[in-house]
């Protein structure tokens, strides 16, 4: 092997190595994401099932007014307590109109 031929296998090598190093960043990165999704998706649960465990300790013959204390506290834990988006989070914890609506009917 010439000296040409091994320079051009080492350029080659290189190239080689810098692109997986490229792709190893971005499944790292992705990866990184994954963990954090999934780190607020159990704290959101973690949630949920407290306040799950508060509506069940509660007696079965609620009033209207323990119902809206429930949806109050959902929605400040922030969550939607609309028909359109129940349940899910709210983004930047930002209020709803619909949800508020519900919250301040007479």
């Given amino acids: 092997m010439d000296k040409?031929?091994?320079f051009d296998f080492?350029?080659?090598f290189?190239?080689?190595l810098a692109k997986n190093l490229e792709e190893i960043e971005d499944i790292k990165k992705y990866i990184q994401d994954l963990v954090e999704e999934n780190t607020t998706l159990?704290?959101?649960n973690n949630k949920l099932r407290e306040r799950l465990a508060q509506i069940q300790e509660?007696?079965?013959g609620k009033s209207l007014f323990q119902g809206?204390?429930?949806l109050e506290g959902i929605y400040e834990d922030g969550f939607h307590i609309c028909n359109d988006a129940?349940?899910?989070?709210?983004?930047?914890?930002?209020d709803c109109m619909m949800c508020t609506e519900l919250l301040f009917r007479e």
Avoid: C, I, M, V
């Fill in 4 to 6: 040409k031929d091994l």
């Fill in 10 to 12: 080492f350029d080659g």
């Fill in 14 to 16: 290189s190239l080689t």
């Fill in 42 to 44: 159990r704290l959101e």
């Fill in 58 to 60: 509660t007696k079965p």
């Fill in 68 to 70: 809206r204390e429930h």
């Fill in 86 to 94: 129940y349940g899910q989070r709210r983004e930047s914890e930002e």
